[in-house]
């Protein structure tokens, strides 16, 4: 009998650990399938951080780089938005023990943003919220699977936050009648499902817990090591031919720019949501287009700063507490910072590696710091390159873009195999 409670009390005790230790708010709405578990330090929710709101590629990916004479990425961790943000605040900065972390799961889906977004306003002492998204990508209805957690958090909405109920409302009202919430009905998921989730949660908030718990006073200087051996491994190949001249896929139209997000009232809706759950809390909210190689200033100032900038900034200029952090030209990113499409041999225009990663966490934390979101730290400390920049080569490449007709096999899937539609009412005819 002592025998099988010591068992029971071994395999008890990691598992209350991993609750005691996670933040707030982990263990419902689907919370513990957050891709970004297994990063967070044991003491997470006491740690001051800014959250990058896991929405698509542009937050997760792991690619470093592109080998010359081969098509296929080297990953790593390492190489993600958050971790370069990090390498260079604390180069930089490095009195300030305030950290980024990716948060939710990068799917390219409004609902499962909004789920995310409820559940890291309540982790503690958060900076900022970092949201990020790009024309084409912008997704209301389009996984079936996520509809049942947005439901709920519309619900808590409307109860606690009497004055985003009106948004909170119309927002679920497409949502019901849309032709995604219709496939949620026909194949509902499982409680299997649930489980399976919840588990592969455990073991990876068991993982971070455990990696962080090692305590060593040299946590710092590895991890900058780590950051530098990447770095070296990227400089090393930064003359690869191919990177530096695969072609950017050129912009989608500007009336295909939403044509994923339900409608003007539904993404905008959603917008005010997001940024004043946020307000709600007393964190800024901050919606950040990244740099993008395929947009040429005269491009930028007919129709992506019009059509899509600017359409932000009007939503958010009635907001309290919200910023629009505007990247996508003037950054001097090069084609050479690129990963790119390893079969079709085109570059999305915003996917870098870790180099132009580096080169891009500088650029917003000048921003942010700008803003006063990053304490004690002034935007001039990162004014000058940093030292990874400074070794880079000037090579001198440009970006160039395919044309319309040649980037039309290659538009984002959203548009390729019309899951834009599930956005749609279904008692609409779509074309």
């Known amino acids: 009998m002592r025998r099988l409670s010591a068992l029971l009390l071994g395999i008890l005790l990691p598992f209350l650990a991993v609750l005691v230790s996670a933040p707030p708010g982990w263990g419902g709405l689907g919370g513990w399938d ?48 958050h971790a370069a943000l990090n390498d260079v605040l604390h180069e930089q900065a490095p009195d300030t023990s305030q950290r980024f972390y990716a948060f939710g799961r990068p799917d390219v889906d409004f609902d499962r943003h909004l789920v995310s977004v409820h559940q ?5 002492d958060v900076k900022s919220l970092v949201y990020i998204n790009n024309p084409g990508s912008l997704q209301a209805f389009t996984r079936p699977a996520n509809l049942p957690l947005v439901l709920d958090v519309l619900d808590d909405i409307e109860k606690n936050y009497p004055a985003l109920a009106q948004d909170a409302a119309t927002y679920r009202a497409a949502l019901l009648a849309s032709n995604g919430y219709a496939k949620a009905i026909e194949a509902p998921a499982s409680w ?8 592969k949660g455990i073991a990876k908030r068991l993982r971070g817990f455990l990696d962080s718990a090692s305590f060593t ?10 950051g530098d051996t990447l770095f070296r491994q990227v400089r090393s190949n930064y003359d690869n031919q191919t990177t530096c001249t695969t072609p950017e896929r050129a912009l989608m139209t500007p009336d295909q720019y939403w044509i994923g997000s339900g409608g003007d009232a539904v ?6 949501l997001a940024a004043g759950l946020a307000n709600a809390h007393g964190i800024p909210f901050v919606y950040y287009i990244p740099p993008h190689l395929n947009v040429p200033e005269d491009r930028y100032r007919s129709e992506f700063k019009p059509h899509f900038a600017d ?53 917003l934390l000048i921003d942010l710091s700008r803003l006063g979101l990053l304490t004690n730290t002034g935007a001039m400390r990162f004014a000058a390159p940093t030292r990874w920049e400074a070794s880079l080569p000037d090579l001198g490449f440009k970006p160039t873009v395919l044309s319309d007709a040649a980037t039309a096999p290659i538009r984002e899937e959203l548009i390729r195999w019309d899951e834009w539609k599930l956005s749609r009412p279904k008692t609409e005819v779509t074309p």
């Open 34 to 81: 957050n891709f970004y578990l297994d990063t967070y330090p044991w003491n997470f929710r006491n740690q001051p951080k800014h959250l990058i709101i896991g929405t698509g590629c542009w937050t997760w990916t792991a690619e470093a780089y592109m080998p010359k004479g081969s098509h296929q990425q080297v990953t790593s961790q390492r190489a993600t938005l």
């Open 120 to 124: 890291a306003v309540r982790q503690g």
């Open 192 to 199: 299997q499902d649930g489980i399976s989730q919840w588990s």
């Open 217 to 226: 006073p040299y946590a710092t200087l590895r991890d900058q090591e780590q």
């Open 267 to 272: 993404w905008q809706a959603w917008l005010r």
């Open 311 to 363: 359409r932000i900034a009007a939503v958010l200029a009635g907001l309290p507490n919200t910023h629009l952090i505007d990247h996508a030209t003037g950054h001097g990113l090069s084609p050479c910072d690129q990963v790119y499409d390893s079969e079709r041999l085109f570059g999305a225009g915003y996917l870098f590696n870790f180099a132009g990663k580096l080169k891009q966490s500088r650029l």
